[in-house]
């Protein structure tokens, strides 16, 4: 019996019960005994009174993919899809991650991190800067600081979400995201966002945002993407599927910007699309992800 772990009790509820959804749908097509599980933050006294031997973790942002349902089940010897506790913990805070990408001599946009109750550390980067909280997903409380008299009202809306803020130069460039499915880079996506910036409303809202697949890469730009982003999955331990965001600038240089490994799986979601890319239908994606 499979429980589909979905809503929590994040910024990003709305789509993880969608997604949920059509993961649940997609087992019960192929026959598979499952059942849903809106875990609202406090009823996992529900979710332990029911029988089931492993969990598909449709659950985004805090709760879900910051280690702490992760750990519940692991403690009970529960089998679960995705990252373990800990990579999902250090994956879901962006200072972290930028951290051990750093160590590993990956591409990475100069940064700090500013917390509530301390002053605001020495920016030595060049505006514009990006600000957001370290603990969030699907670009939510992110501001883009044009001027150092904004960053105050940025750091503000940031620290809403989180004590840590993450103020980062600022690239302009063209955004791609490289999804990972047990160990194999799939097909890179070019991501065209006509608000600006690839934000919450674009990602789930808008449909003027284009996903390019092919991406328009030349293929040994996007091997070369493909093996960065294997890289940067491997170096923070994350296993099964995941996804990993760049941009690329004007002049062809690469930075990372983030890893999920509790990605979308909704009609707008960008490992269905990319899976289909590579001829894996939406119900065989779900089976992989399920028995890796």
Excluded at 198 to 204: E, P, T, V
Excluded at 260 to 273: C, F, R
Aim: contains cysteine; negative net charge.
């Amino acid at each position: 019996m499979i429980a589909v772990l979905m809503g929590g009790n994040s910024a990003e509820r709305e789509v993880s019960l969608e997604s949920g959804e059509a993961v649940y749908i997609a087992l019960k097509t192929q026959n598979i005994e499952c059942f849903k599980f809106d875990w609202n933050g406090d009823n996992l006294a529900d979710l332990w009174s029911k029988k089931f031997d492993q969990a598909f973790i449709v659950l985004h942002g805090r709760g879900g993919e910051d280690g702490f349902i992760q750990k519940k089940l692991e403690d009970r010897n529960i089998t679960y899809t995705g990252s373990d506790s800990r990579s999902s913990k250090n994956c879901m805070n962006k200072a972290t991650t930028k951290t051990i990408w750093k160590e590993n001599d990956l591409p990475l946009a100069p940064s700090v991190v500013s917390n509530a109750n301390e002053p605001i550390p020495s920016i030595t980067f060049p505006l514009p800067w990006a600000v957001k909280p370290t603990l969030e997903g699907s670009s939510i409380g992110i501001s883009k600081v044009t001027d150092q008299s904004q960053l105050n009202e940025a750091l503000a809306l940031a620290w809403k979400y989180d004590q840590n803020a993450l103020i980062e130069r600022w690239i302009e460039g063209d955004e791609y995201t490289v999804s990972i499915l047990n160990n194999k880079a799939l097909p890179v996506i070019k991501i065209v966002a006509n608000r600006g910036f690839y934000d919450y409303k674009s990602k789930y809202h808008s449909d003027d945002t284009q996903y390019l697949c092919p991406c328009g890469l030349p293929e040994t730009d996007e091997k070369h993407l493909q093996s960065i982003a294997l890289r940067a999955f491997k170096a923070m331990n994350a296993s099964n599927w995941g996804r990993v965001d760049f941009i690329i600038d004007k002049n062809q240089k690469i930075y990372l910007l983030e890893i999920n490994t509790v990605p979308g799986m909704t009609s707008h979601s960008l490992v269905p699309m990319a899976a289909k890319a590579e001829g894996i239908s939406f119900d065989e994606l779900v089976l992989n992800i399920l028995n890796d």
